[in-house]
């Protein structure tokens, strides 16, 4: 069967209808039957002109990273589109405005930067949606309409589309947009010869299954709803906004409640007071508000209150850059807080891997009545997939707290010493379940102890509890062409796994004998599966997206032993194009 993966980028300014346009392409392939992946960049302040680029994969087999370089290229604005130019293949399609209201200076025009090998098509784009709206706003719809028609995509099936997707919206609306399509579309066909080999024409793509398109947020959002969260306090920040957004209306409908508070303190205050009071809770963040939040989650691991922290990393440090992508809090979600202060890591490494980590970390939090954070980034929050239906959680992960008999109330010791660590927790209102419970060091029925043993006791409680949570983590992911001995293996974590195995996966079809490794469970790590997978590795590479390494140096302490490191730090998610060309080199 013939197969096509291709990587279309449409660039333009922000109110051009750059995203809008990337979202119905996706959503459209999607209902054919493709796998898509898309991600979407734009400024970072909340009313601009920037630069906006939507950048969609779309393939007949499985994906697993959004792809560095565009095969296609569409150009909404020059001015932006030129510094996009750098991400077009050498060999990619460049379809640009032939006619725009004003002529370009030389070196302010699109076309005339590209180099030899790129095949461009100048389509008019603003006169045709002047032709079919009357205004230039259709630029957009004019632009999928050349593309549709020169990589043979099916003109009524695409039309049905985006008349689904104004299907709400006036129908002057619904028409201008459907009729800017048409004019694009009608013009390529009769006035573009195509010269490119990308086409959709002759891929046999089996009935499409009822599939989800939704990105990171959202399922994060759907899994807490789902877990049977009870309570939400947050304050908003990008790119973690929009989890908060979806649960203000979602939440309430299941008898929950939402609480926006006046900053990230507040919030994890608020947080862990609902966890203390039986609820399950959570609150998302970024690494500005994480850090605000550090001194509330030594409270939550000392007072051994259940709370769930997301955090969705961005550019750092301090602000840096809210609307690009980094892999930089990960000393700070496994390290934060004063003290010997152990608390459980989660970290998707996909987007469909953010519903199964948020319902886990509800649950460990429960259950092993501590904190638990998701490390999710801005690329996973926002990426968009098409994924199976997640199945919800079983029965026994809605209710995981461990209550004391009514034996143990006879005389309760809250914090009791237990081989697994987890103390028998009574919620406020049990009857003969009064206890103590503050950020100071305790005894077992919770009254404060400074001495030397008591403080001993309680910490290796804690630490006990801690190193339980492994027998409840997932597998590693492992891919390995299945020999004993590995020249290269490749250890990511986070949104950069999709990129390390789908790299491994190319240079074994390439003859490398290489594997890679990568897990959800981020703290406690498993240490022993780490340490035999890489026993079978020559050499080990680490890819991740922060400047210094931090989860390579982390990796190199457990193996006693040199790791090679790949940094990125441009705010862009991590390639296999990438991860391919340093192994080559190895």
């Known amino acids: 069967m013939k197969d096509i993966s291709i990587v279309i980028e449409i660039c333009g300014s922000a109110g051009e209808g750059t995203i809008s346009a990337g979202e119905i392409l996706s959503r459209f392939m999607s209902g ?20 906006c680029v939507a950048h969609t994969r779309i393939s007949s087999t499985t994906i697993h990273s959004p792809g560095k370089f565009a095969d296609v290229l569409i150009a909404l604005n020059d001015k932006h589109s030129i510094t996009q130019l750098p991400s077009l293949k050498e060999t990619g399609v460049l379809i640009y405005d032939s006619q725009p209201p004003r002529p370009h200076p030389e070196d302010e025009s699109v076309v005339g930067q590209v180099k030899p090998g790129i095949i461009s098509y100048g389509v008019p784009l603003n006169m045709l949606a002047n032709k079919a709206a009357g205004n230039a706003r259709g630029m957009n719809m004019v632009a ?18 985006i008349k689904d997707r104004y299907a709400k ?15 694009g579309y009608g013009w390529t066909l009769e ?3 195509k010269e490119d080999p990308y086409t959709f024409e002759g891929i046999s793509m089996p009935p499409p299954k009822e599939k989800l398109i939704i990105n990171g947020n959202q399922l994060v959002a759907r899994a ?49 007071g609902a966890g203390y009071g039986g609820k399950r809770a959570m609150t998302a963040t970024s690494g500005p508000g994480f850090a605000l939040m550090s001194e509330f989650t030594g409270l939550s691991v000392m007072a051994e209150v259940p709370a769930v922290i997301i955090d969705s990393q961005r550019g750092g440090p301090s602000t840096g850059i809210p609307t690009k992508t980094e892999q930089s809090d990960f000393h700070s979600a496994v390290n934060s807080g004063t003290g010997d202060c152990p608390r459980i890591v989660l970290a998707p490494t996909d987007t469909a891997s953010c519903y199964d980590a948020t319902v886990l970390a509800l649950y460990l939090a429960e259950k ?16 968009i997939r098409n994924i199976q239906i997640p199945e919800p959680p079983p029965p026994e992960m809605l209710n995981a707290n461990i209550a004391p008999s009514e034996e143990e109330l006879k005389d309760y010791q809250r914090y ?28 077992e029925y919770g009254r404060p102890d400074y001495s030397d043993a008591g403080h001993l006791k309680m910490t290796q409680k804690r630490f006990n509890k801690f190193n339980a949570v492994l027998d409840e983590s997932p597998e590693p992911q492992v891919t390995t062409n299945g020999g004993d001995a590995h020249d290269i293996g490749v250890i990511s974590w986070g949104s950069s796994a999709g990129a390390a195995h789908e790299a491994v996966m190319i240079a074994q079809r390439e003859g ?20 035999a997978f890489a026993s079978k590795c020559k050499t080990i590479l680490v890819p991740e997206l922060n400047y210094s390494g931090q989860f390579a140096s982390f990796a190199a302490s457990i193996l006693n032993r040199e790791v090679e490191r790949l940094n990125f730090i441009t705010g862009k998610p991590m390639a296999s194009e990438d991860i391919l060309e340093k192994m080559r080199g190895m």
């Open 224 to 272: 807490a709803i789902d877990a049977d969260l009870n309570f939400y306090a947050g304050y908003p920040i990008t790119p973690a906004t929009k989890i908060m957004e979806i649960l203000s209306k979602e939440l309430p409908k299941n008898g929950g409640t939402l609480l926006q508070t006046e900053d990230e303190i507040s919030a994890i205050g608020a947080v862990i």
């Open 368 to 383: 092993y009545q501590t904190l638990a954070i998701l490390l999710l980034d801005f690329f996973l929050s926002n990426s």
């Open 169 to 183: 919206k006036k129908q002057i609306v619904i028409d201008s947009n459907v009729n800017s399509f048409l004019e």
């Open 191 to 193: 006035h573009i010869k």
């Open 144 to 161: 999928l309409g050349a593309l549709a028609a020169l990589f043979c995509v099916e003109k009524e099936a695409f039309t049905q589309s």
């Open 32 to 51: 054919q039957g493709f796998e898509i992946m898309s991600f979407d960049s734009y400024p970072a302040e909340i009313r601009g002109f920037g630069k």
């Open 512 to 531: 490398m004998n290489a594997a890679a490794f990568s897990s959800l469970m981020v703290a406690p790590f498993p240490r022993e599966r780490l340490r």
């Open 416 to 443: 009791r010493v237990t081989e697994s660590g987890i103390s028998p927790r009574a919620i406020p209102g049990t009857p003969n379940g009064l206890f103590f419970a503050t950020g100071l060091e305790h005894d």
